[in-house]
């Protein structure tokens, strides 16, 4: 027996909304006139008695009338509910076929059946999120994770409210669930999340957290995805050639990129990602078809990053090279050449021999050069605690710095470890930054941790 060739349906599925599925397809039939006008009508007054049904059931039959914004609820649950029925089918012919030929009570009830089903999908991905949940300071993702989701599995209710979406989400997938209502955007999100984990987990988690921390030091505070930067930086080291796993890049990394695809067209460059994706999913040895497909689905929105980074020289915004916060830069600060030592003599006995403080003042301002002379002086000049800090007023925070990680003030063992010109310097400087504004002493301190004398 010969297969029949099944005739393609009238009606576009790509014109149909994925929200208002129900709704969308009754229209679309009735312009290609697959429904006739008798049974729209028919449709139309099934569609109120389900409403007067469900209105009842919603009182408990105390009450014969609501406001008109529960009703519209009631309504849009009844259309959702059915869509989700009708989605299930195997074809639009399959679909449109019940429409004509089941009551629309039946089709909700089908639904229910349906949505019951979807909930049990949504708490199974739900829960290899959580399995997979990265270790992350992002606020914005451990909330939605672990709060964001709990009002729709404890309140979701599928007979009044069922294309509401009871949940608190603030993270960005890579791909925003869009057109979609009810259970059914949470069963896309939490699956495109559990995807975007899945992908993450290849990964180091703390490489991860030094990735975001050179996209954003305050990243934890931002919404943006993970799984896009760890995607764009693995895909930059598989361009260079280099270990996607490390998900780093130096100055001259950053200057090979450059060359290597500058001056290539959109399609050009797309297709120079793509092939680096696909060597990517070699390397990494990612199995899942899914997650291929997901992850290949994002290279147009790369690419299209990956060129506003050529035309504006700020790749490294796109490969981010990784930043560790915990680890503070080391400043390397020269406290420069000192004066031969007769010079020092004369200078220092002209000092000390001043009658007013304006005078010394103006040899400090004429012939101290550097932060070294300026140590020595303050050690040597026999200065009270006032004209000390008349001097120190005169430095930089950098300089201050300097001066106190060189000579912190230890009471204990200053007497012997010490000489008394040593010890006074000490006490006028400790003096000195206990005037200082909160905000400044706390920036001069936390200098002190960073600063090496060379």
């Known amino acids: 027996m010969k297969n029949k060739i099944k005739k393609p349906s009238m009606i576009d599925g790509d014109k149909l909304s994925g929200e208002f599925y129900f709704q969308s397809l009754l229209q679309e039939a009735y312009v290609k006139g697959v429904l006739s006008s008798k049974e729209s009508e028919r449709i139309q007054l099934e569609c109120l008695k389900l409403l007067a049904d469900n209105t009842e059931r919603f009182t408990r039959g105390q009450s014969s009338s609501?406001?008109?914004?529960?009703?519209?609820?009631?309504?849009?649950?009844?259309?959702?509910?059915i869509g989700i029925y009708l989605k299930s089918l195997p074809d639009l012919d399959t679909a449109i076929f019940h429409i004509q030929n089941?009551?629309?009570?039946?089709?909700?009830?089908?639904?229910?059946?349906?949505?019951?089903?979807?909930?049990?999908?949504?708490?199974?991905?739900?829960?290899?999120?959580?399995?997979?949940?990265?270790?992350?300071?992002?606020?914005?993702?451990?909330?939605?994770?672990?709060?964001?989701?709990?009002?729709?599995?404890?309140?979701?209710?599928?007979?009044?409210?069922?294309h509401e979406i009871p949940s608190d989400i603030d993270y960005q997938l890579i791909h925003p669930v869009t057109d979609l209502a009810g259970v059914e955007f949470v069963i896309k999100y939490l699956e495109s999340l559990y995807y975007e984990n899945l992908f993450c987990s290849y990964f180091d988690a703390d490489t991860i957290h030094e990735v975001m921390s050179g996209y954003d030091p305050s990243y934890k505070y931002l919404l943006d995805n993970i799984c896009a930067q760890v995607?764009?930086?693995?895909?930059?080291?598989?361009?260079?050639?280099?270990p996607p796993d490390r998900l780093d890049f130096s100055p001259a990394d950053l200057?090979?990129?450059?060359?290597?695809?500058?001056?290539?067209?959109?399609?050009?460059?797309?297709?120079?990602?793509?092939?680096?994706?696909?060597?990517?999913?070699?390397?990494?040895?990612?199995?899942?078809?899914?997650?291929?497909?997901?992850?290949?689905?994002?290279?147009?929105?790369?690419?299209?990053?990956?060129?506003?980074?050529?035309?504006?020289?700020?790749?490294?915004?796109?490969?981010?090279?990784?930043?560790?916060?915990?680890?503070?830069?080391?400043?390397?600060?020269?406290?420069?050449?000192?004066m031969d030592d007769k010079a020092y003599r004369e200078m220092i006995t002209e000092f000390?021999?001043?009658?007013?403080?304006?005078?010394?003042?103006?040899?400090?301002?004429?012939?101290?050069?550097?932060?070294?002379?300026?140590?020595?002086?303050?050690?040597?000049?026999?200065?009270?605690?006032?004209?000390?800090?008349?001097?120190?007023?005169?430095?930089?925070?950098?300089?201050?710095?300097?001066?106190?990680?060189?000579?912190?003030?230890?009471?204990?063992?200053?007497?012997?470890?010490?000489?008394?010109?040593?010890?006074?310097?000490?006490?006028?400087?400790?003096?000195?930054?206990?005037?200082?504004?909160?905000?400044?002493?706390?920036?001069?301190?936390s200098m002190t941790t960073t600063v090496e004398v060379v």
């Not at 451990?142 to 709990?150: E, S, Y």
């Not at 990680?405 to 006490?427: C, G, N, T, V």
Request: proline residues 4%; neutral net charge.
């Open 66 to 81: 609501i406001r008109v914004e529960i009703a519209q609820g009631i309504m849009a649950s009844n259309l959702f509910t």
């Open 102 to 162: 089941e009551p629309l009570e039946k089709l909700y009830e089908y639904g229910l059946a349906v949505l019951k089903r979807k909930i049990n999908v949504a708490h199974y991905f739900y829960n290899r999120v959580c399995k997979s949940k990265l270790k992350t300071a992002n606020q914005a993702y451990n909330l939605t994770i672990d709060q964001g989701f709990k009002p729709f599995f404890e309140s979701y209710e599928i007979n009044f409210h069922a």
């Open 231 to 242: 995607f764009q930086n693995a895909l930059g080291c598989q361009l260079l050639t280099a």
């Open 255 to 338: 200057n090979a990129l450059d060359k290597k695809l500058k001056n290539h067209s959109q399609a050009e460059l797309q297709t120079q990602l793509e092939t680096a994706a696909r060597e990517l999913v070699t390397d990494l040895e990612l199995t899942n078809p899914t997650l291929k497909k997901y992850l290949i689905a994002s290279l147009p929105k790369i690419t299209t990053t990956v060129i506003q980074g050529l035309a504006t020289h700020s790749l490294n915004k796109v490969f981010v090279p990784r930043y560790n916060p915990n680890i503070k830069p080391i400043v390397h600060y020269n406290m420069g050449i000192k």
């Open 352 to 445: 000390l021999s001043c009658r007013f403080f304006e005078d010394k003042l103006a040899i400090i301002k004429e012939q101290i050069k550097t932060l070294a002379d300026m140590e020595d002086l303050l050690i040597a000049g026999e200065l009270d605690p006032a004209e000390a800090a008349m001097i120190f007023a005169l430095l930089e925070d950098i300089e201050l710095a300097v001066l106190t990680k060189r000579h912190p003030l230890h009471p204990a063992i200053d007497a012997i470890d010490f000489s008394a010109s040593e010890i006074r310097m000490q006490q006028n400087l400790d003096a000195y930054l206990r005037t200082l504004p909160r905000e400044r002493l706390a920036k001069i301190l």
